[in-house]
Structures are given as C-alpha cells and as structure tokens.
C-alpha cells in the first residue's frame, strides 16, 4: 500500500509519494522474467509479476510467480478483451510452462 504524505513548501502544500516498504526500507527490484517463449515479450510489472504481449506488443495477460512449500509457482491470468477482469489459466511449475498458455 502507498501512502501519501503532504509537505508543505514556499509554493504550499506538495503531496509526496511514501516508499511502501516505508521509510528507510528498500523496494523489491522488478526483475526480467526467468525464461524466453518464440513470439511473446515479458515485461516486468512488480516484484514476481509479469506483462505478458505479443511480439506486436498485444497484450494477453499476467504471469504471477508466488512462494510456496517446496518452491515457487507460477499463475497465468489471461486478461478479457473489453473487460477490466481477466482469466485464471491455471498454476504451474515452471515459468516457460506458465507462459505457454498464452501461445
């Protein structure tokens, strides 16, 4: 959650923009994604999330990677055309396996 803060200068009142790791406390670093598909770009979104487009830059939807026993998984979410909601494809092992599902 980000939290905004006023500061009040010559020109009066500014709002600020707070880490939302808080003060003090380093952000996640966006990362690249950890695998290539033929004819789909990756575009890292936040921490552990990930755009997913065609090579004309269409996009399709979101990979998201979470922590769990074991491991890491990888959920597709395929976005709908028209909507602001998107479409579980599912939970995998493996990051390529997760992207697939978009090809």
């Known amino acids: 959650m980000t939290t905004t ?3 009040t200068t010559a020109a009066g009142a500014l709002p600020v923009m707070a880490s939302p790791a808080g003060p003090g406390r380093a952000v996640p670093a966006r990362e690249a ?3 290539e598909v033929p004819g789909l770009r990756f575009t890292p979104a936040a921490s552990g999330l990930w755009r997913v487009a065609t090579a004309d830059g269409t996009l399709l939807g979101h990979i998201e990677r979470r ?3 074991g ?3 990888y959920r597709s979410r395929r976005l709908l055309p ?3 909601r998107s479409q579980d494809l599912g939970e995998f092992w493996s990051p ?3 992207a697939e599902v978009f090809r």
């Open 5 to 7: 803060t006023t500061t």
């Open 67 to 69: 922590p769990v026993a």
């Open 71 to 73: 491991g890491e998984r």
């Open 82 to 84: 028209g909507l602001v």
């Open 33 to 35: 994604y950890p695998g």
């Open 96 to 98: 390529r396996d997760a």
